[in-house]
């Protein structure tokens, strides 16, 4: 299995930037995708962004387009989310999450993270 630790978190003014971190360890992510979900308090985890490693794909939630962008370093088997102008409701847990399908559906991830708190002041 894959370990996933996520690092990066903080707390900002919005307009700010933070810079999420993934770290995988254990089995490849070779042919995989790697999610980016968000969780508020008192709401259900939604999807944020994904990649698939080693390829092109990518895709973003439409409140986040033009403004996080999700890319990858293969040498330090990491994935990483940019968040520029960061708004109060983008605040929330960060997790990290593997699936062995292109999908942007929650359910369909195996692997998560233990999560980084994003808090954004107005």
């Known amino acids: 299995q894959v370990q996933l630790v996520e690092s990066g978190g903080g707390s900002v003014q919005a307009g700010g930037s933070l810079r999420l971190s993934c770290a995988a360890s254990?089995?490849?992510?070779?042919?995989?995708?790697v999610g980016w979900f968000r969780q508020a308090p008192g709401k259900e985890r939604e999807f944020v962004a994904a990649?698939?490693?080693?390829?092109?794909?990518?895709y973003y939630e439409d409140s986040v387009k033009g403004r996080f962008t999700i890319s990858r370093d293969n040498a330090k088997n990491t994935v990483y989310l940019l968040m520029n102008s960061l708004k109060p409701e983008d605040t929330g847990v960060y997790y990290c999450a593997q699936s062995r399908k292109i999908t942007i559906v929650t359910s369909e991830y195996d692997y998560w993270g233990q999560g980084t708190q994003v808090t954004v002041s107005a």
């Open positions: 254990g089995r490849t992510l070779s042919n995989t995708v």
């Open positions: 990649l698939l490693w080693g390829g092109i794909w990518t």
